[in-house]
């Protein structure tokens, strides 16, 4: 088979090999006479350019990039939140025809956002596990004020205004609680997540929210903090175990940790019949192969990775003129929050 060149390509439209790689990588002003007669001469000698030369030509890479926190050992690609956004995120990437490119902090720091693009690795960006720190802020802005396409999930940072996709999560703390107030729990305790994390500070709201509107006040002692893993849960039943006289329910951050508390309580002695009631948070498939069942706050991780990627993507396809206009509608700052739903399952409910 005798693949045409470039070089024929020009000769048979009569234009220069450059005018050629211009055309057919829609790149800079040609008149339109111009491209019909490249494009038919190309289609005549059935000539396609090489992805490689497409983005060389375009000065770009083809990438979308993910950043994702490097957690030893805690097979994140398993953990239902990662699994349930990339998978989004990789949908709307299938469709658009471009790469993902999976990059990894370091652990306990930022990343140099800028680099990636002015080395030409990414064309956009979308930010998993980002932490509300100096650094990470910093890092991010610079990334935003140059123009670049991004996209945080799951994670607002105070008197910012980055482009972010997440969950009400206040709402979906409050409706949590108050769900165990109707079943007329009074001592709730509370297993958060780090609040370095917006979406812990929004699950407190909520928790505080639904307390007050019961008649309960919030208790030190009963508040605790884990990692979002089942590990930390496992640890913090060791802290919990000598409450438990004065626990009647639980509210955890996330099925993995709520999960791991039941099994650390039954590892300290507990038995079924003396376990608080619990509430999760994610409704990971986990919640309903538990027991007993966990009812759980459901959360749009898929469609959050969606509309993260769909927002990077649009703006991808935008003028570089256009996104860096003063005023333009692409500056104004994306604050997308998609709403909760609480599943109620065996776990909450008053056996009394």
Do not use: W
Request: glycine share 8%; aromatic share 8%; with cysteine.
């Amino acid at each position: 088979m005798i693949i045409a060149s470039r070089k024929e390509v020009a000769q048979l439209a009569g234009v220069s090999e450059a005018t050629v790689s211009r055309v057919l990588n829609g790149v800079g002003p040609i008149k339109e006479e111009t491209k019909r007669r490249v494009n038919e001469a190309a289609q005549q000698l059935g000539y396609t350019p090489s992805a490689l030369a497409r983005s060389f030509a375009r000065r770009r890479s083809g990438n979308l990039g993910v950043v994702m926190p490097y957690l030893p050992k805690a097979r994140i690609f398993s953990a239902y939140y990662f699994s349930e956004i990339l998978s989004g995120i990789g949908s709307k990437a299938l469709e658009s025809k471009v790469d993902l490119l999976m990059l990894f902090r370091e652990p306990g720091g930022s990343m140099d956002y800028l680099n990636l693009f002015r080395t030409q690795k990414v064309d956009g960006c979308i930010i998993l596990g980002a932490r509300e720190e100096e650094e990470e802020r910093l890092a991010i802005k610079a990334m935003a004020e140059a123009g670049h396409p991004y996209c945080l999930i799951n994670q607002r940072f105070e008197n910012e205004s980055f482009h972010v996709i997440d969950a009400d999560h206040v709402e979906g703390s409050y409706q949590a609680v108050r769900h165990l107030t109707q079943q007329g729990f009074k001592r709730i305790a509370f297993l958060n997540g780090p609040p370095e994390y917006s979406n812990s500070r929004d699950r407190m709201e909520g928790y505080v929210r639904a307390l007050t509107e019961a008649g309960l006040q919030q208790e030190d002692p009963l508040l605790f903090e884990g990692n979002f893993s089942r590990k930390s849960g496992i640890a913090a039943a060791e802290h919990m175990v000598s409450k438990l006289d004065r626990i009647d329910a639980i509210f955890a951050a996330n099925d993995r940790m709520a999960i791991g508390l039941q099994q650390g309580l039954r590892m300290c002695g507990v038995a079924e019949s003396d376990m608080p009631a619990f509430v999760g948070y994610d409704d990971s498939e986990a919640a309903e192969l538990s027991t007993p069942p966990l009812t759980s706050v459901r959360v749009p991780f898929y469609e959050l990775g969606c509309l993260a990627a769909e927002h990077v993507l649009h703006r991808l396809g935008q003028p570089e003129a256009a996104i860096k206009e003063e005023g333009s509608q692409l500056q104004k700052p994306l604050h997308r929050q998609l709403p909760t739903r609480l599943v109620i399952r065996a776990s909450s409910l008053n056996r009394k």
